[in-house]
Nanobody, 125 residues
Framework: VQLQASGGGVVQAGDTLRLSCATS????????VAWFRQIPGKEREFVAA????????YYADSVKGRFTISWDSAQKTVYLQMNSLKPEDTAVYYC???????????????????WGRGTLVTVSS
């Protein structure tokens, strides 16, 4: 399972950014995909997730209403649209995939076995 996250950058508060997570046909159809973020010295934090079928999406309270997880089935790519960015959104963002992720574990990093390399998002005030 290969995941490739991209799209990070340096933006100002209030700006928008879209992250991409390229997956494979197998991963896209058989895995739940999630976005996490991490600040150095802190635990990895759940941001958003898409269930395996795409029938359900989940968001952290801190990003609800500002971030949207979406996907392109043809491209097997999962996106994280980030609007109204805040300095506290600054982190390394990771996409992750997992099989058999039950609802109660959706927000847990341990539920995801496959991780891509992170992409850094820096939001200046």
């Amino acid at each position: 399972v290969q995941l490739q996250a991209s799209g990070g950058g340096v933006v100002q508060a209030g700006d928008t950014l879209r992250l991409s997570c390229a997956t494979s046909t197998r991963t896209f159809s058989s895995h739940a995909v999630a976005w996490f973020r991490q600040i150095p010295g802190k635990e990895r934090e759940f941001v958003a997730a898409r269930s395996r079928t795409g029938g359900y999406t989940y968001y952290a309270d801190s990003v609800k209403g500002r971030f949207t997880i979406s996907w392109d089935s043809a491209q097997k790519t999962v996106y994280l649209q980030m609007n109204s960015l805040k300095p506290e959104d600054t982190a390394v963002y990771y996409c992750a995939a997992g099989q058999g992720v039950i609802t109660s574990r959706t927000r847990s990093p341990e539920a995801y076995v496959n991780w891509g390399r992170g992409t850094l998002v820096t939001v200046s005030s």
